[in-house]
């Protein structure tokens, strides 16, 4: 399968500038890319490559075009975001690389004949769809998947193999689920009596916007009494815990095994790094970026990054200054004594001098 | 769906004080109850909320009902915990409008015919129960569980769908296991070789006690050799692990993203918080909290709570306190030398200053 | 099911020295080993242990065998590295004990015709195997595995129940995968364009070497646009993450909870502890072992032990170090104040001293 360069700024606009029909066959990075492939230059730094590359067209910046296009031999898509370009053009490649679905209900699957099911989903081979589930056009259910009662899950939305989502939640359309994922499982709510622990009933829901992508085995709680919210175009890496009652602004994207605790509220334009950690019933705003690593005890109510992990070290360099962080209070009331010692010597000795000038 | 208060206390206890004919259709906070609800009122910081509430009864500790109960209209159920009432009110409520679970095998099981199934329990579509394994009185195990041989489940135990539980597992009566949940699969077990690993067989079992909850996608490997045990009342959060040979004491509650490395044991009555970690081979006593984050390395023999991990900053701010923890023992040196150079001038000085008051 | 020391020997190697028809039906540890098991000394500390044992027999190092060896009244088997012969003598119980999977699939699974599995292989109830999958010889698949299309499973693997492999990714031989793995879903690949996200195709495999063994619930992405590969002999434990593009060497083993991010590069003989997290396109060389709760946030070039985690103190105490990290600049500058201020005085006093005896 190849397409010809014009196919491409048709659907994706760009300025071509070199042989339209130059036809590319896929899309690569500059090092790797060959004659039959089409390669992006996104970064500046990598102009010397991309002068290099072997690949049949590129796409690049007006600036980068200014800089190194008239050196290159092949055609050129000059794109404002090449990064983002780059990525609907792999798109592009991948959908007309993908094999078909044909809709219909797996012969193993087992459909509540009170779930409705469009007529353009596809239902994988022993996949369970619970009574009341509605299942939306060109819906595609892996094989395995467990669909809860009342869910409802919106058009085009695609959920790979084993994906369980309990009753009632509901999930928008063209949401991208991966496997091993829980959806709707009971929050972590109990009532201490005594020692023991009381179960609260989780009786809210799971609200999952469009266009969201859900990362393997990742887990998002239902609320307790109202509902966990994941706004649109939320983008969840693997192996994440949301917690009940917690509210993923638009657009937030959160990489792998980070926890949100319970009734925790992220803003949108978020970013939370890998096994980064965000409390319970706190709230960050807006375009707020924590990194890897790190534990956000408290509200955040201004954008920019924070940080918060234990450098690195060879062991034996940690094992003193982790001893040291220990007493660092210790050092903090050795500093105190020096301040006094000198406050006092520089106070009493020129006195001392002087007292004796003066005798 | 609506109940009479005096239902409630009839079958929860506690002291109505109003009418006992009051009807509530449900339990909701403070804040959100409307007219048909009871609420509940467990921080007394909140009485002023209390006061205000639209809610049709309350449920309040003795001292809430003297300090605020003569200003309330509606009714007052006054309980010796009111956050536990709460639970069991919500537990009340969810009975009342939990859908029924008909017993019976789903025709898309597996069931062994070497397998026993209560004839109250329920096996859900695509369910595999294996040789030898017992499902009790009024089990609930969903679409997709895979049980191993000779595993047995305790009376009114329930097991979301997708749960797997490997050969030989017990699991003890009204055990609660969300979706994804993998119970039994090998420790992590080795024998290091010349560089190269030799596994050791994992021979023991997981031993689950009663009243268990374990949250979604968590995993709890199987014994070494001995058994990984789970005691009575405990509550694992989503996303937990626990290595082979632990041993969780009754009632101790684990947040999500935890880890427990392997022989590991934590007494009763604790709680881990999330993401924390805990050390293989160390003993926690009973009554112990570790906070969130906190990589426990040693043993705990003392009750309170353990806290370790770095504070979040704006990410120069990190920058620089990090390189400085990484060079704290220069800071030591430095103040070292202080503190001899100031010994040196205050011995030193004050002599100066004598010698020459006797030259 | 008891077996003649001869028979371990034969099969394992080691020197017998006692009667060779010893009869021993299991291995124990050294405390709770009976008279009927054989047990085994890998660390010297434990010779009066040894001394003490009641096992019928003992594995045991060469010097282990000098030091206390004409003591023990039982067989001995010595062995260069008796803790590797152990786990080999295990395998070999285990083995013995093995109930035998008899071939075949499963009439609930979902074979596609235009898969291959070898006449050998197991295929278990409601698993599904996708077209142009091939299972190998021996191969055994648990119930509820999702095998993608073009996946390929070298001979004598062994997917327990409830794994998830996706399209095209490979699997060696004798492979051992744990329940609820999910292998090959997409990485975690977006261009940002105005703040939104555009899905990057991951277009990339997953390649896993022979005799690699995968902890339950772990993650393996695919790649973007190369693949991602697991080496021969690599051991995951539970719910780990790896991203996509990461490149795992052969024989490192990697602890629960850990993740690795995307592109990173881990040597061979590695290990990596429990939650420890490995920053994205960073290398680290062969022989490099990153403790447990730790951030490689670097490349690590040199062999050794690398560590990285905040200490665990009391809680209050942790509050007291955790506010003074956080204000070590301010401890720095007072520091550099001091020495300021003692080179002063030095430079001063003295002179202030000589120049009253001048004057």
């Given at each position: 399968?190849?397409?010809?360069?014009?196919?491409?700024?048709?659907?994706?606009?760009?300025?071509?500038?070199g042989d339209a029909d130059t036809r590319v066959s896929g899309i690569a990075p500059?090092?790797?890319?060959?004659?039959?492939?089409?390669?992006?230059?996104?970064?500046?730094?990598?102009?010397?490559?991309?002068?290099?590359?072997?690949?049949?067209?590129?796409?690049?910046?007006?600036?980068?075009?200014?800089?190194?296009g008239a050196d290159y031999r092949g055609a050129r898509i000059v794109a404002a975001n090449?990064?983002?370009?780059?990525?609907?053009?792999?798109?592009?490649?991948?959908?007309?690389?993908?094999?078909?679905?044909a809709p219909g209900i797996h012969p193993a699957a087992s459909v509540d004949p009170a779930a409705q099911v469009a007529a353009t989903a596809y239902v994988g081979a022993n996949a369970v769809v619970g009574a009341g589930a509605t299942i939306g056009e060109h819906v595609n259910l892996g094989a395995g998947c467990v669909?809860?009662?009342?869910?409802?899950?919106?058009?085009?939305?695609?959920?790979?193999?084993?994906?369980?989502?309990?009753?009632?939640?509901?999930?928008?359309?063209r949401t991208i689920i991966?496997?091993?994922?829980?959806?709707?499982?009971?929050?972590?709510?109990?009532?201490?009596?005594?020692?023991?622990?009381?179960?609260?009933?989780?009786?809210?829901?799971?609200l999952i916007g469009d266009d969201v992508e859900i990362g393997a085995n990742t887990?998002?709680?239902?609320?307790?009494?109202?509902?966990?919210?994941?706004?649109?175009?939320?983008?969840?890496?693997?192996?994440?815990?949301?917690a009940h009652n917690c509210h993923i602004g638009a657009h937030t994207a959160i990489a792998a095994c980070a926890g949100i605790a319970g009734s925790a509220r992220i803003g949108k334009f978020c970013s939370i790094g890998g096994a980064a950690m965000i409390h319970g019933h706190i709230t960050i705003?807006?375009?707020?970026?924590?990194s890897a690593g790190t534990l956000a005890l408290r509200s955040i109510s201004e954008p920019g990054q924070y940080t918060g992990f234990y450098p690195?070290?060879?062991?034996?360099?940690?094992?003193?200054?982790?001893?040291?962080v220990r007493n660092l209070n210790t050092m903090r009331e050795k500093i105190r004594a020096l301040e006094k010692s000198i406050k006092q010597l520089i106070e009493q000795l020129p006195q001392q001098v002087t007292q004796k000038d003066n005798e």
């Amino acid at each position: 399968m190849s397409i010809r360069l014009k196919e491409l700024v048709e659907s994706l606009g760009g300025q071509l500038i070199g042989d339209a029909d130059t036809r590319v066959s896929g899309i690569a990075p500059l090092s790797d890319a060959s004659a039959s492939q089409i390669t992006f230059l996104s970064n500046p730094k990598f102009r010397p490559q991309a002068a290099q590359t072997q690949a049949a067209a590129i796409i690049l910046s007006a600036a980068d075009d200014a800089a190194i296009g008239a050196d290159y031999r092949g055609a050129r898509i000059v794109a404002a975001n090449p990064y983002a370009y780059f990525a609907l053009a792999a798109q592009f490649f991948a959908a007309k690389n993908a094999i078909p679905v044909a809709p219909g209900i797996h012969p193993a699957a087992s459909v509540d004949p009170a779930a409705q099911v469009a007529a353009t989903a596809y239902v994988g081979a022993n996949a369970v769809v619970g009574a009341g589930a509605t299942i939306g056009e060109h819906v595609n259910l892996g094989a395995g998947c467990v669909i809860g009662r009342g869910v409802s899950i919106g058009a085009g939305s695609l959920l790979h193999p084993n994906v369980t989502v309990y009753d009632a939640c509901q999930i928008g359309q063209r949401t991208i689920i991966h496997s091993g994922v829980v959806i709707g499982a009971d929050g972590f709510g109990f009532a201490n009596d005594g020692g023991t622990w009381v179960k609260i009933p989780q009786t809210g829901r799971v609200l999952i916007g469009d266009d969201v992508e859900i990362g393997a085995n990742t887990t998002i709680d239902r609320g307790a009494l109202a509902d966990t919210v994941i706004e649109e175009g939320v983008k969840l890496d693997n192996q994440i815990q949301i917690a009940h009652n917690c509210h993923i602004g638009a657009h937030t994207a959160i990489a792998a095994c980070a926890g949100i605790a319970g009734s925790a509220r992220i803003g949108k334009f978020c970013s939370i790094g890998g096994a980064a950690m965000i409390h319970g019933h706190i709230t960050i705003v807006d375009h707020v970026h924590v990194s890897a690593g790190t534990l956000a005890l408290r509200s955040i109510s201004e954008p920019g990054q924070y940080t918060g992990f234990y450098p690195i070290a060879k062991h034996g360099e940690w094992e003193k200054s982790a001893a040291l962080v220990r007493n660092l209070n210790t050092m903090r009331e050795k500093i105190r004594a020096l301040e006094k010692s000198i406050k006092q010597l520089i106070e009493q000795l020129p006195q001392q001098v002087t007292q004796k000038d003066n005798e």
